[in-house]
């Protein structure tokens, strides 16, 4: 243990200075990697009140623990900085095979600080890091740009940034690679602020691992829990599309901007039988056996010759249910997101923002210069295309829809979004889970992604009167195999009621996620089910030898949590921004609407869960205390006081 | 005469194999160690793992300037003498799958050498992608397989990517 062989690599592209640092010991049994490390470091590097797409901002990768290793799904790497959209803690997570290249390469995490004057990228081969001219590539689009530059650095995984990044659209995205990306929190833009139009990395080195046969022991037993999962072979093969009819049903998806809550034609543009049609091959991401992807083709009609990797349930809600397009649109839509470098979600969220605007008569004719009407594919990557080129209003709505309602008159109305970022697909009026509580307590904004119940029973929708619980649902003895301590699951789910308890379940699944978004493995329904800091533990004691134990790893993600947490108290979160849009506790769906008490009674709830104050979210000592936290919490209340004097 | 065989229908491109390989054979964990390759056809939407066929007339043997590649009798496994491999690197050019492979810290060409009969990579493949298997059995199952497809239509045949050789 005593030389852990990552390290961080710094590029200050101000100076365009380069240096490595050692991971100490300490900083990995607390932090294990992935956002671990990004957390500690942003925490320590981003002066409060930097301005996101200034010299301040620093973006960091960071890859998981446990990547580069055959453990199932291990492939995901973490990218941060504060984001220009919320305007506090970015973040987005991707998988496919940049991580495994970092990791040969001997690093853990890369900083990309300062700013460049001129458009430049990062070649990282090993020990050669070179910073290299681009403006040959600056202006290109996604997919042009890595044509030319795996023709440059042959086998190198690379990270970039396209039209929508350089012209700094808060929602622009990095790309990682043609067909993944790190899509959510505007981190495209933070890249682009630096002039930087990408990393590209290689990496010929193994790592040494502490014991091979345990790691090879740990890996199969993972894939095999993975493939007892109930979910397992629905999701090989049709991957994140299994729910999408679900919530379709339960009037819970994003539907005209919020306002339909199902449509007619669901199940023909965004079932899960649109992968026959259109998918032909699943595929992978590094180490991973549920294989969640496809390979779509359009091969005749208006797109004919579209060609990408994709129905995903992201762009079939966003592009399908918010916008309103039909499926050929929908799979357009992603290949024009990927080759722009847009964050989809929020992307379909700003374009069905301005298309209601423009139904409401609020964005006139002359405003836009042609009709918007949902379900227009033609105008709306006509839009799609003005915002990425912030060409007439597409300049407003690039700044994503909370700054552009700030400026259009009514327009708040219609903004849905949570702390600045567009909330995805799914509408907490039509069906209100753990999933949906977790939009509000999510530390990057309004997302989906980093609280969901590992048992959710997506075929029972009934509300609990008080919003504190959702059905369980499952045999004992799903609850019996569940990978977590006994005294959390049996506050999490009572299985006398068959309830899950929402605030319990939502610190337990978010705790849970960022553990997998430390160690670098996959937060698929399968993977959530039946993986837990147990077996994690033992894969992380075999590659890296670090002596750790399953609550030490539960904990050190809970401690990663609570800093970003600190980090965005010191960016000055309020306690009432963590609220739904008024849409949703104003207007009804089905006769459904939030009732905003209750709701804000959960919160609480979940507050003191969390083991923070409940009015003002803010962590208590004895929690900072007890996740060895005190140092932030000193500096919190400095920075503070500063703000007071 | 046991072979890997490979169905490039259940592939999904997730590495493992070249994972497990390089790890057992190099003692790294790098697929450019590994004996096996996954190659990504984009253009067919296609992963094919490509690996040493231990050929009845190998074209690396014939290559070989030092005479280091030879074919075991008893099975007629190709295998090489790493430890005198002076890296010229012919047989990688000569081998019609590119199944050769160069170890930069080694300095030597390797490839495949079974494991000894017990193939990592194939004990390790998640998808059933990789089978170990004799080529009178290949052929057989193949045999079976075309005549399911000539009995019924292919979609009742259930040849899902998880069909089995």
Same mark, same amino acid.
């Given at each position: ?318 592009? =399908? ?98 702390? =600045? ?225 | ?165």
């Amino acid at each position: 243990m005593k030389d852990y062989p990552g390290k961080i690599l710094e590029i200050d592209l101000s100076h365009r200075s380069i240096s490595l640092k050692d991971i100490e010991a300490e900083m990995l049994k607390q932090y294990l990697g992935g956002i671990g490390f990004n957390a500690r470091i942003l925490y320590d590097q981003i002066p409060a009140g930097a301005d996101p797409l200034g010299e301040d901002n620093v973006l960091a990768f960071a890859a998981g623990t446990l990547v580069g290793t055959p453990f199932p799904t291990a492939s995901r790497t973490e990218a941060s900085a504060k984001s220009p959209l919320s305007g506090q803690f970015g973040t987005s997570n991707s998988g496919a095979f940049f991580g495994l290249q970092m990791k040969t390469a001997g690093y853990d995490v890369i900083l990309v600080k300062g700013q460049s004057s001129d458009p430049v990228y990062i070649a990282v081969e090993d020990d050669k890091i070179q910073i290299l001219d681009a403006a040959f590539l600056w202006g290109r689009e996604c997919w042009e740009t890595v044509d030319i530059l795996e023709q440059k650095h042959y086998g190198a995984e690379i990270a970039l940034i396209g039209p929508a990044g350089e012209n700094l659209v808060r929602f622009a995205s990095i790309e990682n690679g043609r067909y993944d990306g790190w899509g959510r929190s505007g981190l495209g833009a933070v890249m682009g602020s630096k002039k930087l139009k990408a990393i590209t990395i290689k990496g010929s080195r193994g790592r040494k691992v502490h014991n091979h046969t345990d790691l090879l022991d740990a890996s199969r037993k993972g894939q095999q829990l993975i493939k007892s999962a109930s979910s397992y072979m629905a999701f090989t093969e049709y991957g994140t599309l299994n729910a999408s009819i679900t919530y379709g049903k339960n009037k819970a998806i994003s539907a005209h901007n919020f306002t339909l809550g199902t449509l007619p034609n669901w199940k023909e543009i965004g079932g899960r039988q649109i992968v026959d049609k259109y998918g032909s091959r699943h595929v992978a991401c590094q180490s991973c056996i549920i294989a969640c992807g496809h390979w779509a083709e359009i091969k005749e009609g208006k797109y004919a010759g579209v060609k990408v990797k994709d129905l995903e349930i992201t762009p079939v809600m966003s592009f =399908g249910a918010t916008v309103g397009l039909g499926t050929e649109a929908i799979i357009k839509a992603s290949e024009l997101c990927q080759r722009y470098g847009v964050d989809m979600v929020s992307a379909g969220g700003v374009l069905g923002f301005a298309i209601e605007l423009f139904q409401k008569g609020i964005l006139s004719q002359e405003e836009v210069g042609y009709e918007l009407d949902f379900g227009d594919d033609e105008a709306a990557f006509k839009l799609l295309e003005q915002i990425v080129n912030r060409k007439g209003i597409g300049d407003l709505l690039a700044e994503g829809t909370k700054r552009a309602a700030e400026q259009i008159e009514q327009g708040e109305r219609y903004a849905i979004h949570i702390k =600045g970022m567009e909330i995805p697909m799914i509408d907490p009026r039509g069906r209100w889970s753990t999933w949906t509580l977790g939009m509000l307590t999510n530390i990057r904004g309004g997302d989906h992604l980093r609280c969901r119940n590992p048992v959710e029973n997506l075929r029972y929708n009934d509300r609990d009167e008080d919003y504190m619980k959702e059905r369980f649902g499952f045999k004992q003895s799903m609850y019996d195999r569940l990978d977590m301590p006994e005294e959390q699951k049996s506050k999490a789910i009572n299985l006398e009621n068959d309830t899950v308890d929402i605030p319990e379940m939502s610190k337990w699944a978010e705790d849970l996620i960022n553990l997998f978004n430390s160690v670098g493995i996959c937060i698929r329904p399968p993977v959530m089910e039946k993986v837990g800091p147990g077996i994690i533990a033992e894969a992380v004691r075999a590659y890296i030898g670090l002596d750790i134990t399953p609550a030490e790893l539960a904990q050190s993600s809970e401690r990663a949590w609570n800093l970003i947490k600190l980090f965005n108290l010191r960016e000055g979160e309020e306690a009432d921004a963590s609220k739904f849009p008024r849409r949703f506790y104003e207007e009804e769906i089905d006769g459904e609407k939030l009732d905003e008490s209750k709701i804000q009674a959960v919160l609480e709830r979940y507050y003191q869960v969390r083991g923070w104050d409940s009015q003002s979210g803010r962590p208590e000592a004895q929690t900072l205390r007890r996740l060895n936290l005190m140092w932030a919490s000193s500096e919190t209340r400095d920075s503070d006081e500063e703000n007071c004097d | 005469m046991k072979r890997i065989v490979i169905n490039p229908q259940a592939c999904n491109g997730c590495g493992i194999c070249q994972l497990v390989c390089s790890a057992c054979k190099a003692g790294q964990w790098h697929p450019a160690f590994s004996r096996i390759k996954i190659k990504q056809m984009r253009e067919y939407n296609i992963n094919v793992p490509v690996v040493c066929q231990h050929c009845s007339q190998p074209p690396c043997e014939t290559f070989c300037v030092m005479n280091l590649i030879y074919q075991e009798p008893l099975e007629g496994y190709v295998l090489r003498r790493e430890e005198r491999c002076i890296g010229c690197r012919a047989c990688e050019i000569a081998c019609p799958f590119s199944a050769a492979v160069f170890d930069p810290i080694k300095e030597a060409v390797v490839s495949c050498d079974l494991c000894g009969g017990n193939p990592a990579c194939v004990s390790n493949c998640p998808e059933g992608a990789l089978f170990y298997m004799d080529e009178e059995q290949t052929a057989d199952s193949k045999r079976r397989q075309t005549s399911r497809l000539k009995l019924i239509p292919s979609s009742a045949a259930g040849l899902s990517r998880r069909a089995s050789l």
